[in-house]
């Protein structure tokens, strides 16, 4: 599997509405593999590919009849920080652009982006540290309005070289451990990763697909689904494949009917959540494709949360949606873990689903 792909994606910051970063990084990438490629208006990617025709006895392409328009949506936005004011005494205080559990962020190095180039800094909540603290105030978790970065300058340094607006993203490399991936920002980089490597892969199998072929790669997904919104009400699909993370709670302390996904059993089969519930017949199509190829896969509800698919499923008349998801643990943190087996099934059965319609 193409890792440094992923690590790339995960590395290159991006937050809810500043995601021109990763974006020109997978316009790179995805050169030779589509037809199109555009910038909507409000920055997500769009890619269309028309119908393929496969080698030998492979699936050719609809004749007369519009072919099945089939939308991949990708965000590429990682929850993060806006600067919302810079103090005299040289602190970045923050706005936060998607949903943190304060207990993660104590003690973080991160990257504040600016017009001017990144800056190093790090994140801890204002008030007293251990050795000063009162017991009462060690029990209590800090609201994420208290958390500031430290970028090591004078008050008079800082408000020259920030603004209100510069972005601060985690700062920790992507590393491989036993069959694990462990980053920040896997949600959604998988995603952005599936969208280019699926296509790699329903190439390589060479069955073609008389299906027109859209992937979104979509912005502001992690603050209400926004980009996906207007590129779905664009694309118009037929089908609406949301491609993200899940939760991954097959770890101490929770219990197993609350797990949502097992890691290494394979992709998630996304049958419902906050946001939308899939198409039963799409559930069991992909559900018998995934059996005939032997692919792994489980199926998986998530009691609250939402993606892209939600999107696609309500796009101007409506359409058909589903969910492929890949079960991540510990997410919204610096530490997020998906299982290759996982990652490498979610990217088969997108490609052998590609190729079956």
């Not at 030779?32 to 050719?60: H, N, Q, Y």
């Not at 993203?169 to 995603?191: F, W, Y």
């Not at 979104?216 to 118009?236: N, Y």
């Amino acid at each position: 599997m193409n890792i440094d792909l992923l690590k790339r994606l995960c590395e290159t910051p991006g937050v809810p509405g500043r995601e021109e970063r990763v974006r020109s990084l997978i316009e790179q990438e995805i050169k030779g593999l589509f037809d199109s490629v555009e910038t909507d208006a409000m920055g997500s990617l769009i890619c269309r590919r028309g119908p393929r025709a496969g080698k030998g006895k492979g699936k050719k392409p609809a004749r007369g009849a519009q072919p099945l328009r089939v939308m991949l949506l990708c965000h590429m936005d990682e929850i993060g920080f806006y600067v919302s004011h810079i103090d005299a005494k040289g602190f970045l205080w923050l706005n936060n652009a998607g949903g943190f559990d304060a207990r993660n962020l104590f003690s973080r190095r991160v990257l504040v982006v600016t017009s001017n180039g990144d800056f190093k800094g790090v994140m801890n909540p204002s008030g007293r540290p251990l050795h000063i603290s009162s017991p009462d105030e060690r029990t209590k978790v800090p609201e994420l309005k208290t958390f500031c970065v430290d970028v090591g300058m004078t008050g008079k340094e800082a408000q020259k070289k920030f603004t209100v607006g510069d972005y601060v993203v985690m700062d920790e490399p992507l590393i491989e451990i036993g069959n694990k991936i462990v980053s920040k920002a896997l949600d959604n980089r998988v995603a952005c990763w599936l969208g280019i490597e699926s296509i790699r892969e329903l190439d390589r199998l060479g069955t073609g697909h008389a299906c027109e072929i859209v992937v979104a790669f979509t912005v502001q997904e992690e603050v209400g689904l926004r980009g996906a919104h207007t590129s779905a009400f664009a694309v118009k699909p037929d089908i609406g494949l949301g491609i993200d993370v899940t939760l991954s709670c097959d770890t101490p302390g929770v219990p197993e009917a609350e797990c949502v996904t097992v890691q290494g059993k394979g992709f998630g089969l996304h049958v419902k959540d906050s946001s939308f519930i899939a198409d039963h017949r799409l559930v069991n199509e992909v559900d018998a494709l995934a059996r005939k190829h032997k692919i792994p896969a489980q199926r998986t509800i998530l009691a609250a949360g939402g993606q892209d698919g939600a999107a696609a499923q309500q796009a101007a008349a409506g359409a058909r949606a589903i969910g492929i998801t890949v079960g991540t643990r510990y997410i919204h943190t610096v530490t997020e873990m998906v299982d290759k087996t996982d990652l490498k099934a979610a990217r088969d059965i997108l490609a052998r689903y590609l190729g079956s319609v």
